[in-house]
């Protein structure tokens, strides 16, 4: 018996450290899911494919990065619109000057 005792191999199964961190961040994922994540994909995955002609996820999604980023920089296309705006009132004036 004493023989076996020696052959005997108690190793234990371990994990990187890396892939434990990775079970425990899915594990606070999973947790961390509500009532709104659920309805988001709903929406996405179900109701606008049904009710929406033509859906594109990925058209739809391009479309909300464009709207997101320009109600960020709203107030810097705005100052821009208006030089615009300007600059083409002051042409318009020269072309008028010219006119008269």
């Keep these: ?7 005997a191999s108690h190793h234990e199964e371990m994990l990187h450290p890396n892939q434990e961190d990775a079970d425990e961040e899915e594990e606070e994922n999973e947790e961390e899911k509500g009532c709104s994540h659920y309805f988001n994909v709903l929406d996405k995955q179900v109701l606008k494919p049904l009710l929406i002609y033509k859906y594109n996820y990925l058209q ?15 107030d810097a296309l705005l100052n821009t619109y208006i030089n615009l705006k300007k600059e083409e009132g002051d042409q318009a004036m020269d072309i008028n000057e010219r006119i008269t």
């Design 60 to 74: 739809m999604h391009q479309q909300d990065d464009l709207l997101e980023h320009i109600k960020e920089n709203k």
């Design 1 to 7: 018996m004493k023989d076996e005792d020696k052959r």
